[in-house]
């Protein structure tokens, strides 16, 4: 099938599914380049906030998603390389001379965003968990970035941890207020700054 | 196609929602009319909700099948269960109960009523549902608030969807006169009466001095406008009682009651919403309320008008 079919029929789904609620609190949807960092609950929810930007946006913006859940089956693999064109990185074979974080610099160029979810892996719903460092250093070597928090609510319950088949409940993204590694900010006080920032956008949308 | 009686109906409808629209537009531009901003921003919702709902009621009815309007109403039911589930909480221990909740129950229940297996669809979800869902979540083992959330799941299948498939059940009921027309202006007569005892009601209700029946529920629904919105809506159903099969007592009586249900169902739904702490069902166009917040009354009035047309239906022997 045609990949822009796929993929706008993809986004239809996406949107389905999650019930399409997007907000943008004091923040535009725009097309330079920026990180945009969620709460990680589900395997959906690469596709979910990919799938809440709007098109030209989205033709820029790459999800970061795991290659070991992703190129498992052939259909993950297209959906992952050809429809919404993710930057897979493995989680199991991480080599120090050539790190996540350079290879999405690489990857992003002058051009592309990216999805990113520091929590690392899925929380369990209820509670943001510590931010990893990947955020920290990805922002330390590319300061121009603008890093968007996102809240992703209720997609646990769409898709708890370990189930397969998804629940047609209705979710909803919020993309708040961007905010910059400031100069000689310490790694644990910004990944503190940048927790806060989704969870403000949590407290918002109760 | 439709004959006159039922192009008559609809037509009427349309003009009536244009009249609205027309008042709206005036009343909005003007400043100085006195009206609170709140009542003509809650008329100008209702008024959108209206729009839609008849403009795809009524082109459903275009295509002489039951099939289109029963997949609308299916469709209608699928959204309103999930504002009714998001709302409610649940545990992952509810999962798989809620995933045959919402693809197996709900298009099953539609698919019979499009069938008219009344002997199916009358029992599938009361019974059998019924049983399945507590069994389900007990199989997962989480047995925090079990009965709390067996229940809410219950109640969420039962008012979205059971309750509210039976009006294209309507479609299905067999009328003295077993022509197409005769079954899709019941279906609009049951609609239209059902949201302008609404309307009605929200009109009586603004009376100075009224007697607020439960202030910590609904403080819009007074006893003046319950009892002023059933006798007007009367009125209504009698000047409309050549749509219907029901002589013209019977087109008051049914007019009143679908008038009294649509008040429970408000009601409830209104419970419901003030127990979760939420003003809306949902958020589906810019902050207005969702689905379910505009079909309510249509759920409760739903099976109690479906069962008394299907037993005069029986008494006068067709």
Not at chain 1, 110 to 134: A, D, M, Q, W
Not at chain 1, 147 to 159: E, G, Q
Not at chain 2, 48 to 67: E, H, K
Not at chain 2, 285 to 303: Q, T
Request: with cysteine.
């Amino acid at each position: 099938m045609d990949t822009g079919v796929t993929r706008n029929l993809l986004v239809l789904l996406a949107r389905f599914f999650s019930g399409a609620s997007v907000r943008w609190i004091d923040s535009q949807p725009d097309t330079c380049q920026r990180v945009y960092f969620a709460n990680h609950t589900s395997h959906l929810d690469a596709i979910v906030v990919w799938s809440a930007l709007p098109q030209r946006i989205r033709a820029l913006t790459r999800p970061v998603a795991a290659k070991d859940y992703w190129t498992a089956g052939r259909i993950r693999r297209y959906m992952a390389n050809r429809v919404f064109n993710a930057l897979l990185i493995d989680r199991t074979d991480i080599k120090v001379h050539r790190s996540p974080i350079d290879l999405m610099i690489q990857e992003i160029g002058n051009r592309y965003s990216l999805i990113v979810f520091p929590e690392g892996s899925r929380s369990s719903g209820r509670e943001i968990g510590e931010f990893k460092s990947g955020l920290y250093h990805l922002c330390k070597k590319r300061p121009d970035l603008e890093a968007i928090p996102v809240h992703i609510d209720n997609m646990n319950r769409i898709l708890p941890r370990g189930e397969v088949l998804p629940v047609p409940l209705l979710t909803c993204i919020t993309f708040g207020p961007p905010i910059w590694l400031e100069a000689g900010e310490p790694k644990v006080e910004f990944l503190r700054r940048a927790r806060e920032a989704v969870c403000r956008l949590k407290e918002i949308g109760a | 196609m439709w004959d006159w009686k039922t192009l008559g109906l609809v037509v009427g409808v349309l003009v009536l929602l244009g009249v609205a629209t027309a008042v709206l537009h005036f009343v909005r531009r003007r400043v100085d009319t006195g009206l609170d901003t709140g009542v003509i921003e809650t008329f100008r919702v209702r008024v959108r909700a209206w729009w839609v709902l008849f403009s795809v009621v009524a082109a459903a009815l275009l295509i002489p099948s039951p099939i289109a309007t029963v997949v609308l109403f299916g469709l209608i039911s699928f959204w309103a269960l999930r504002e009714f589930i998001t709302l409610t909480p649940t545990r992952p221990g509810d999962h798989r109960a809620l995933f045959w909740v919402f693809f197996l129950c709900t298009p099953l229940q539609f698919v019979l009523v499009g069938m008219g297996e009344y002997r199916l669809y009358s029992i599938v979800i009361p019974v059998y549902a019924f049983l399945f869902i507590p069994a389900r979540i007990a199989i997962d083992g989480d047995s925090k608030r079990f009965l709390e959330r067996s229940a809410k799941i219950q109640v969420g299948l039962m008012i979205c969807v059971y309750c509210l498939s039976h009006a294209p059940a309507l479609l299905t009921l067999p009328l003295p006169d077993d022509g197409w027309g005769s079954h899709a202006r019941l279906l609009f007569f049951f609609v239209l009466i059902v949201q302008l005892s609404d309307a009605l009601q929200f009109v009586w209700g603004q009376m100075p001095r009224g007697h607020v029946i439960a202030p910590s529920i609904n403080p819009a629904k007074t006893w003046e406008g319950l009892l002023g919105g059933a006798a007007s809506v009367s009125l209504v159903g009698v000047v409309l009682c050549w749509a219907t099969p029901f002589p013209l007592w019977l087109a008051a009586i049914m007019s009143a009651v679908i008038a009294v249900m649509g008040f429970a169902g408000g009601m409830t739904m209104s419970a419901i919403k003030r127990d979760r702490g939420v003003r809306d069902y949902g958020t589906l166009v810019e902050g207005h309320g969702g689905v379910l917040d505009r079909i309510d009354s249509l759920c409760f009035a739903a099976p109690v008008f479906f069962h008394l047309t299907q037993y005069y239906l029986w008494l006068t022997g067709t």
